[in-house]
């Protein structure tokens, strides 16, 4: 599985961790990537990724220690860490699942609005709209990471099955965007989704907007 972080997925991990205390779910058998992370932030900075991941979702759940791969915003040299990243995941045979959340310009992970994406892992700069996005979870502005190791967008198209999530009003010109509009545009990366064979996009009522429903369900 390729997991996100963010607000988005929290409801989804709380499922999880239920699921598992009930005895309904293992993980002894499940591999996971990451998305991204910052970097510069060590694994115990309270908003680094995978500070999230072992709060939110690893230590409530038994996926092994040596299962879990997260992109690491402290590697000495970020670039060859990124293709390092991106040759584990092709040679864990590539991702099975993949959870998305979106953000309020359409970036997917952490792959912003641009003339060109990457394919790969790489490392990235965080646009002023993330930037701005993200500061609601830093004391201050000034204290949000510039730049991120991300997963490329075609490490996303090669996800056997995609599962986008979007919540809340701020995601509804987004969802209803992706939606409505039949155009695939680097300058808003989730439409690449509309090309992807298996891909269920969850939404809460708040970001559906103003979508009739009956548009939706085919
Ligand atoms: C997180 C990630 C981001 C978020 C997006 C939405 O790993 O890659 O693309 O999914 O920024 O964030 P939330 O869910 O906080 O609105």
Redesign the pocket.
């Known amino acids: 599985m390729c997991?996100?972080?963010?607000?988005?997925?929290l409801g989804l991990y709380e499922e999880l961790v239920k699921a598992y205390q009930e005895g309904k779910a293992d993980f002894s058998q499940v591999r996971t990537f990451?998305?991204?992370e910052y970097v510069g932030l060590t694994e115990d900075h309270e908003q680094s990724?995978h500070y999230y991941m072992e709060e939110k979702l690893f230590k409530h759940i038994n996926v092994p220690k040596e299962n879990r791969q997260i992109p690491d915003g402290m590697a000495e040299d970020l670039e060859q860490h990124a293709a390092d990243y991106e040759q584990d995941i092709y040679a864990a045979g590539g991702i099975d699942i993949l959870l998305?959340?979106?953000?309020?310009n359409g970036?997917?992970?952490?792959n912003e609005p641009a003339k060109e994406l990457s394919d790969i892992t790489h490392v990235t700069d965080l646009s002023a709209d993330?930037i701005k996005?993200?500061s609601r979870f830093f004391a201050d502005i000034t204290e949000v990471p510039r730049r991120a190791v991300?997963i490329g967008v075609g490490t996303i198209m090669r996800a056997k099955r995609i599962v986008m999530?979007?919540?809340?009003a701020?995601?509804a010109p987004v969802v209803e965007k992706l939606l409505n509009e039949p155009v695939i545009s680097c300058e808003f990366p989730v439409s690449l989704l509309r090309a992807h064979r298996n891909v269920t996009v969850i939404v809460d009522k708040e970001a559906l907007g103003k979508i009739p429903q009956e548009n939706i369900e085919q």
């Open positions: 997991l996100a972080t963010g607000n988005t997925p990451n998305l991204d990724y998305l959340g979106v953000g309020v970036h997917i992970a952490f993330t996005a993200n991300s999530m979007a919540t809340g701020s995601k």
